[in-house]
């Protein structure tokens, strides 16, 4: 018994004695940000919840109040056959999301360069499994989504501020 519980919580002492922790959002540049985003963006959402969870910066109601201004243009997800069966039906697809965003200083100064993101998955697809790859594919593009956020997010941890451009 003794043996048990000893191999049960040395991995949580090795874990605990390396300086293990979870991954948090510090060292924000900025304490407002303003989102500029199309009322249905998904990643923006991804962003404010990211933002919001780890209380790092405040996300304010107009551009005026911020200090800095994440402008992102509308999502463009497509979805293109990427290869056919024998028999002419589709056995793969390839999914892809592309946004563009800015950042920029509430005196219309940018204080980032514009920069696109583009992410693709690739999906095998069967007629006979149509609910699961339907899930699957939404799962994908959800993925897309939280990588595209916090690729955004970690591009505003490494501005510096008054620079101009980092």
Do not use: H, W
Not at 90 to 119: C, F, H, K, W
């Amino acid at each position: 018994m003794n043996r048990r519980l000893f191999l049960a919580t040395l991995p949580a002492a090795l874990v605990a004695g390396c300086g293990f922790q979870l991954r948090r959002l510090d060292g924000m540049p900025f304490a407002s940000l303003y989102i500029d985003a199309p009322p249905d963006s998904l990643v923006a959402q991804r962003i404010r919840t990211l933002l919001a969870s780890n209380r790092v910066t405040r996300l304010t109601a107009t551009a005026a109040e911020a200090e800095a201004v994440l402008k992102l243009t509308p999502e463009e997800r497509t979805k293109t056959i990427l290869s056919l069966s024998g028999a002419g039906r589709v056995t793969e697809y390839r999914l892809r999301l592309r946004l563009d965003y800015s950042i920029g200083g509430r005196d219309e100064q940018m204080l980032a360069e514009p920069e696109n993101i583009e992410l693709t998955r690739d999906m095998t697809y069967d007629d006979s499994q149509l609910l699961a790859k339907g899930a699957e594919e939404q799962l994908l593009y959800r993925d897309m989504d939280d990588s595209a956020a916090r690729r955004i997010v970690r591009r505003l941890q490494s501005i510096k501020p008054g620079n101009g451009t980092s």
